[in-house]
């Protein structure tokens, strides 16, 4: 498989902030997407990383450390509808391999 | 931003017969696209990679003979479900990648369902 794990659940509360762990093989990588996920729809691309660092677009923000093999994603100010799956994708070979996602669920 | 359709959203069809679904980037040309399947509760499978006059490349355990894809030009790919069982109902979702210098971007359809009864 691809060997790239993310954290399954969690509930956070409107207004909060979460982070959103994807760890991965570093071998062969060219890229890493995250991608929001509402059930019965297709994802939606959120941010993409190829270089070391954090990437800020507006209430998300996603950060890379390519010799850990990991990165993450960071949810602010959090909306009800922010409740959903949250993809990361690591590129290889011109392919894009997924996470299972981590379902966060937002509460008032 | 960039838009992908599918055709159609949804499609129930018999045992045994075939289904077409269209993937379409709307205002932009894709370098590449790719399909995808994904069953109730787990993850995006990529099933194949399809560049523009080539033949596409099978992800490992995808029959390329059952699911036939074609993608005739820069903005259009098709993948066609042959003989279609029970089995192969899914949700099957393309995406158009557009690269551009540094930056590289994928853009998915909206995604089918496919029913087999």
């Known amino acids: 498989g691809q060997n790239i794990d993310q954290p399954t659940e969690m509930t956070a509360t409107e207004g909060a902030i979460v982070q959103i762990n994807c760890t991965y093989q570093t071998s062969g990588f060219n890229g890493l997407f995250w991608y929001q996920q509402h059930a019965g729809e297709a994802p939606t691309f959120l941010s993409y990383n190829v270089l070391d660092g954090l990437e800020e677009k507006g209430r998300f923000s996603s950060f890379l450390s390519r010799s850990k093999g990991y990165s993450y994603l960071l949810l602010k100010e959090l909306q009800m509808k922010d409740s959903a799956s949250y993809l990361c994708?690591?590129?290889?070979?011109?392919?894009?391999?997924f996470g299972k996602g981590n379902q966060v669920v937002v509460i008032p | 931003g960039a838009v992908v359709s599918q055709h159609p959203s949804r499609v129930i069809c018999k045992s045994g017969t075939s289904v077409k679904i269209e993937c379409r980037s709307l205002?932009?040309?894709?370098?590449?696209m790719f399909w995808y399947r994904q069953f109730p509760k787990q993850s995006l499978m990529l099933m194949a990679t399809?560049?523009?006059?080539?033949?596409?490349?099978?992800e490992q355990g995808v029959e390329k003979d059952k699911f036939l894809i074609n993608h005739a030009s820069l903005t259009l790919s098709t993948l066609t479900v042959t003989s279609a069982h029970p089995e192969d109902s899914s949700f099957y979702i393309c995406s158009a990648r557009v690269q551009e210098g540094a930056a590289d971007e994928q853009y998915f359809g909206p995604g089918t369902r496919l029913t087999v009864t």
């Open positions: 994708a690591v590129v290889r070979n011109n392919r894009l391999a």
């Open positions: 399809s560049n523009e006059g080539s033949k596409a490349t099978y």
């Open positions: 205002d932009f040309q894709a370098t590449t």
